[in-house]
């Protein structure tokens, strides 16, 4: 039986109408343009509204922000290969389960060995103190930026040496446990200080955020939901770039790819892909087209 193919021009053609990159597919609504994509990298906070931009039919800073801060139909989270993205709020529990929780484990296991090598007795003991110190203090204040918590919990100022020769640093305490209470999901990054520019954002509990903790969800079935809307948004594409795209193992992202069903096809250079069954159907080319992307935007990204 020959292999289905399936040409560049067709490729291109789904990006073009799926990720609205084509002023007849833009939106004024943040949540569907994340949703086209999967999530909006946002390791720099400009690339969110900058991506929303260029997919949206009248840009603008306040829809993002509305979505981000007020209705909260957007979170900003830790996820795959350990980036910062903004995703829908319906996807937290997924990209949780799938991509944070390692993510958490790994950080914890760090920070562990760095207090260690700082002489600090029982070093897992003394962190877990920090963080419920940390957490107890957010839930009474109903949120607080990094330096409003050190004020609350002074613990939160210790410094620690982490690295060796020229990376060698010192540390605050407060960041690092803020990062590992964010990347647990107990905490999330709300308003920032400052403009949409800004990466100073003020730390709310989640149950407070959300209105209620993030599901847990089984990892198994978390990695298939993200490699189908991953496929969805971006096949037909390789194996090897669902696991670059992810950070799973090869081990985890074959099995989650065994739980679709998916259909193998060509490239036009002769590589072998995956496409969702129910997608291999063409779609039609758009008229002339180009979009102008920002820098780390979904679309290049996404491979």
């Known amino acids: 039986m020959s292999v289905l193919r399936i040409s560049d021009a067709q490729r291109r053609a789904r990006l073009a109408w799926r990720h609205r990159l084509v002023p007849a597919a833009r939106i004024d609504d943040p949540v569907a343009i994340a949703r086209s994509v999967v ?17 949206m039919r009248t840009p603008g800073v306040e ?28 996807l937290a529990a997924a990209v949780q389960a799938s991509s944070t929780n390692d993510v ?21 003991a003394w962190l877990r103190r920090l963080e419920e110190a940390a957490l107890e203090a957010l839930n009474a204040n109903g949120g607080a930026h990094t330096t409003e918590l050190t004020d609350l919990v002074p613990a939160l100022r210790r410094t620690i040496t982490v690295g060796s020769g020229r ?11 803020m990062l590992l209470l964010a990347a647990d999901g107990l905490i999330m ?78 490239l036009d250079d002769g590589s072998p892909a995956m496409v969702l ?11 002339d087209w180009s979009a102008l992307l920002p820098g780390l935007d979904p679309t290049p990204m996404g491979w």
């Open 63 to 90: 829809a993002v922000e509305r979505a981000l801060y007020d209705d909260r139909t957007l979170v900003r989270m830790l996820g795959m290969r350990r980036t910062m993205f903004v995703i829908p709020v319906d």
């Open 39 to 55: 999530a909006l990298h946002a390791s720099d906070p400009a690339t969110v509204h900058l991506a929303a931009a260029e997919r």
């Open 189 to 266: 990054r709300g308003r920032p200080r400052g403009t949409w520019l800004s990466s100073q954002y003020r730390w709310e509990p989640t149950t407070q955020w959300l209105g209620g903790p993030i599901a847990d969800v089984p990892a198994d079935a978390a990695r298939v939901t993200m490699a189908r809307h991953w496929l969805a948004a971006f096949g037909p594409a390789t194996f090897d770039d669902l696991v670059w795209w992810t950070g799973w193992t090869r081990t985890r992202a074959r099995r989650a790819v065994d739980a679709l069903d998916t259909v193998d096809v060509e």
């Open 277 to 287: 069954a129910d997608d291999v159907n063409p779609v039609d080319e758009p008229d």
């Open 104 to 124: 958490a484990a790994a950080e914890r296991r760090r920070m562990v060995r760095a207090i260690d090598a700082n002489g600090i007795d029982d070093p897992a």
């Open 167 to 177: 990376w060698r640093t010192e540390v605050r305490m407060s960041s690092r446990v």
